[in-house]
C-alpha cells in the first residue's frame, strides 16, 4: 500500500513535469492482473456515481480511442495526454509530428515487453527483437516480402476466393439469402490463404470445413491436411489446422502461465492449449527442417512458400557480424519464431482490412459499382498475374481501401515504451517531456480522424472525416496527383505506393501499416490478398446490404418513399456495427456484423438514393 502511494506521488510529479494534460486514473490497462480481470472491475467502477469517475473512466476501456475518436483530445486542448495511476503513466497521443519523432527514434521508444512474451513463443523474430537483432531478423526476411513473391499470394488468394463464393451462394441458397456472418468466413480464408503462402500447407480445400475454436478435447485429424502423413513421423492427436487454431485462441496463457503448469493444469481448456502448443511446435519445426532439402532443389520464386524464401535468404546471406566462419544468420529457433509471427502479423489485419472494406462497399454501392466497372477493364491484363503492385490493379479500389483503413484502422494502437525521459516537439510547438517508464500508446484511429491534421484533404464542405470517402485520395477531378508532399506512403519499406500518385497526407496522419523502419512489411500481401478477393468477389457479383424489407416479397409492397427509409436506417445501422466493431472479437463470431447477401450483378435491388 505505502509503495503504491509513493509510485503514485512519483508518477505525479513526473506528469507535471511533462508539459502534458494528464489526468488521474486507478490503474493501467498495461497490467496483467488488469488484462485478465479488468472486465469485472469495470463492470464494478462502472455503479459508482458518474460525478466520481466521468473524467477517467472510459481510457480504462479497451478501444476507447476507436469509440471517442479525437473528442477527448480535444477536451484536453492537446493532442497528447498523460493518464497517471500508481501503476506506471500512459501517454496517449494523436499528434502528427510526435508520432513521427517516436516511431522513428525506436532506441528512445521501445516496444513493450509484454507483447514480445505473447509473440515470441515459438522463438524470437522481427517483430519481436530490437536494436542489432532486429537487423539481423530484418536482413533475413527483407527478401520474403520481396515482389517476385506475390504471385504464391495471389494465386492462393484467387483460390480461396472462389472457394468462398461458392460456398456462400450455395448457402445463401438454402439459408434464405443473408450472410450475417462474412468476418467469421473472411478470417478463415485469409488463416488459409496465409498457412498456404508462409508454409505451403493447405489447411482445408473450402472453408466450410474449418472449425475456428476446437473444443477442448476435439481429436478430430483433418484429413485433407496431409500434412500428418507428408512431414511428421509423430504421432498427432491435433491435425495441423486444429493445432494451430488452438494456439491462436490460447495466446495470452501460452504466454502468460508456464508449459508446465498447463500440461498438468486442472482446466481442461488449458491443457488444450498446451496440447496445441506442443503439436503445432513439432509440425513447424518438422516443415522448417524439410524446407532447407526443398531449398537445395532451387526452385523458382514463383513457386517457393514464404518459409522456402526465408530459408533460401538465411542460407545465401552471412553474417557480417560474426567473426569465425561464415554461419547462417538466423537459428532454426528464430526461423520458426518468424514464420509463426507472419501468421499472427498477417492473417487477422488482413481479415479484418477485407470485411470492413466489403461492409462499406456494400453501404456506398455507387463506389463499389465504380470499383467493378475499374476491376472490369483491368481484368484480363493485369489481373490475370499481378504485376506485384496489386495497387495499380484499380485506382478506385486502392483508394477505398486506403479509405477504409483510415477509418477502421484493423490495428488501433501502436504500443511503446520509455526507459529514459523524452522530449518530443508536438505539431503545435509545444515541447514536452514524457517521463521515464512510460506507456505510450499512438492511437492509430484517432490520428485518422483528427481535424487538425486531415482538413486539407476535405472534398467539400459536406464531406467529413468520419465518412466514406475514397475520392479524399484522389484528386478532385479523379486523376492521379504525383506532385504531394512525401507523406508515410514513401516508406522505403513499403515502396508500392512510390509515384503512383494518390494523395499523401503528412507524415504521422496516417498510419494502418505503422511508420517508420518498424513499418509493416506485409503490406503487399494485404494489398494483394484483398485485391484478389475483391476481384473474385465482385467481378460477377455485386456485395449487397441485407435489408429484410427490401427482398423480393418486400420490395413490391413498399411505396418508393418507404424503400428509401429502409435502406437508410438499414445503412446507418450498419454504419453503427462497423463504429462499434472489437477487431479480435471478430474473429470468434461474438461480435455483430453487417449483414450482406451476393447478388447476381445487373439484379441488384438496392439502389442509390
Ligand atoms: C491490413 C493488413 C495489415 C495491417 C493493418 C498491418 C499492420 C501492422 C502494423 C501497424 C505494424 C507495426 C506495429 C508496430 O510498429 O508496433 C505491423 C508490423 C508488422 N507486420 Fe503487419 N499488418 C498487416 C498485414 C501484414 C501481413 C499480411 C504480414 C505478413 C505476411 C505482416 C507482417 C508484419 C510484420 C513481420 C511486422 C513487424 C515489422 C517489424 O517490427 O519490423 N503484416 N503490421
Redesign the pocket.
Known amino acids: 500500500m505505502i509503495r503504491s502511494y509513493r509510485s503514485f506521488r512519483a508518477n505525479l510529479a513526473s506528469a507535471k513535469a511533462s508539459g502534458l494534460p494528464y489526468v488521474i486514473v486507478p490503474i493501467t490497462n498495461y497490467q496483467i492482473f488488469w488484462i485478465f480481470t479488468g472486465k469485472f472491475f469495470l463492470a464494478v467502477l462502472c455503479r459508482l456515481p458518474e460525478t466520481w469517475t466521468a473524467s477517467w473512466i472510459d481510457f480504462l476501456k479497451v478501444g476507447w480511442s476507436s469509440r471517442l475518436f479525437h473528442q477527448p483530445f480535444k477536451n484536453f486542448g492537446c493532442d497528447a495526454f498523460l493518464t497517471v495511476s500508481p501503476f506506471s503513466n500512459v501517454l496517449w497521443i494523436c499528434d502528427a509530428a510526435a508520432i513521427t519523432q517516436i516511431?522513428s527514434r525506436t532506441e528512445d521508444f521501445e516496444?513493450p515487453s509484454i507483447m514480445k512474451k505473447i509473440l515470441d513463443i515459438f522463438g524470437e523474430n522481427?517483430?519481436t527483437s530490437g536494436g542489432q537483432d532486429?537487423k539481423r531478423h530484418?536482413k533475413v526476411?527483407s527478401p520474403v516480402f520481396a515482389e517476385r513473391h506475390n504471385y504464391v499470394i495471389w494465386d492462393e488468394s484467387i483460390r480461396q476466393a472462389s472457394h468462398l463464393r461458392r460456398y456462400l451462394l450455395n448457402r445463401q441458397k438454402s439459408e434464405g439469402g443473408i450472410i450475417d456472418d462474412m468476418a467469421v468466413e473472411l478470417h478463415r480464408l485469409s488463416l488459409h490463404v496465409?498457412c498456404r503462402t508462409?508454409y505451403g500447407v493447405p489447411l482445408y480445400e473450402t472453408p466450410i470445413a474449418l472449425a475456428l475454436s476446437p473444443r477442448p478435447g476435439d481429436k478430430t485429424l483433418d484429413s485433407t491436411c496431409g500434412l500428418r502423413s507428408r512431414h511428421s513421423r509423430n504421432a498427432h492427436l491435433l491435425g495441423f489446422g486444429n493445432a494451430l487454431n488452438g494456439v491462436l485462441d490460447n495466446l495470452a496463457s501460452i504466454a502468460v502461465c508456464s508449459q508446465r503448469l498447463l500440461a498438468i493444469s486442472p482446466s481442461r481448456s488449458h491443457r488444450f492449449a498446451y496440447q496445441a502448443y506442443t503439436e503445432f511446435f513439432t509440425y513447424i519445426s518438422t516443415i522448417t527442417r524439410s524446407k532447407t532439402v526443398a531449398v537445395a532443389a532451387e526452385r523458382g520464386p514463383q513457386e517457393m512458400d514464404l518459409l522456402e524464401a526465408l530459408t533460401s535468404s538465411n542460407r545465401n546471406l552471412t553474417d557480417d557480424a560474426s567473426s569465425g566462419p561464415s554461419r547462417s544468420i538466423l537459428s532454426d529457433t528464430e526461423i520458426t519464431g518468424n514464420t509463426f509471427?507472419?501468421i499472427v502479423?498477417?492473417h487477422e489485419?488482413?481479415a479484418?482490412?477485407m470485411y470492413q472494406l466489403l461492409s462499406l462497399l456494400a453501404i456506398h454501392p455507387s463506389i463499389q459499382r465504380e470499383i467493378q466497372k475499374s476491376l472490369d477493364k483491368h481484368r484480363r491484363s493485369e489481373l490475370a498475374s499481378p504485376s506485384g503492385d496489386p495497387s495499380r490493379i484499380s485506382n478506385s479500389a486502392s483508394a477505398a481501401l486506403l479509405e477504409s483503413?483510415r477509418l477502421f484502422?484493423?490495428?488501433a494502437n501502436?504500443?511503446r515504451r520509455t526507459v529514459r525521459p523524452q522530449s518530443l516537439q508536438l505539431g503545435d510547438g509545444r515541447t514536452v517531456t514524457v517521463p521515464a517508464d512510460t506507456e505510450v500508446n499512438i492511437t492509430?484511429g484517432t490520428a485518422h480522424r483528427n481535424s487538425n491534421q486531415w482538413t486539407r484533404y476535405e472534398l467539400d464542405d459536406a464531406d467529413d472525416l468520419h465518412g466514406f470517402k475514397p475520392r479524399r485520395w484522389m484528386r478532385s477531378d479523379g486523376t492521379k496527383d504525383n506532385s504531394v508532399d512525401g507523406g508515410n506512403f514513401t516508406d522505403a519499406r513499403a515502396g508500392e505506393h512510390r509515384g503512383s500518385g494518390y494523395r499523401k497526407p503528412q507524415r504521422g496522419a496516417f498510419?494502418?501499416?505503422?511508420e517508420g523502419?518498424?513499418?509493416?512489411?506485409?503490406?503487399r500481401?494485404?494489398n494483394t490478398?484483398v485485391m484478389a478477393v475483391l476481384t473474385v468477389l465482385l467481378s460477377e457479383h455485386s456485395i449487397e446490404l441485407a435489408v429484410p424489407e427490401l427482398d423480393e416479397a418486400g420490395l413490391k409492397a413498399l411505396s418508393g418513399k418507404e424503400r428509401k427509409t429502409a435502406w437508410l436506417q438499414a445503412r446507418d445501422r450498419a454504419m453503427a456495427t462497423l463504429n462499434a466493431t472489437k477487431g479480435l472479437a471478430l474473429k470468434l463470431g461474438t461480435e455483430e456484423v453487417v449483414p450482406v447477401k451476393l447478388v447476381e450483378r445487373g439484379k441488384e435491388t438496392i439502389y442509390d438514393f
Open positions: 516511431t516496444k522481427i517483430f532486429w530484418r526476411m496465409i508462409v509471427l507472419l502479423a498477417g489485419t488482413t479484418q482490412a483503413l484502422p484493423p490495428v501502436l504500443p492509430i498510419l494502418p501499416f505503422g523502419v518498424r513499418a509493416c512489411p506485409g503490406r500481401f494485404a490478398e
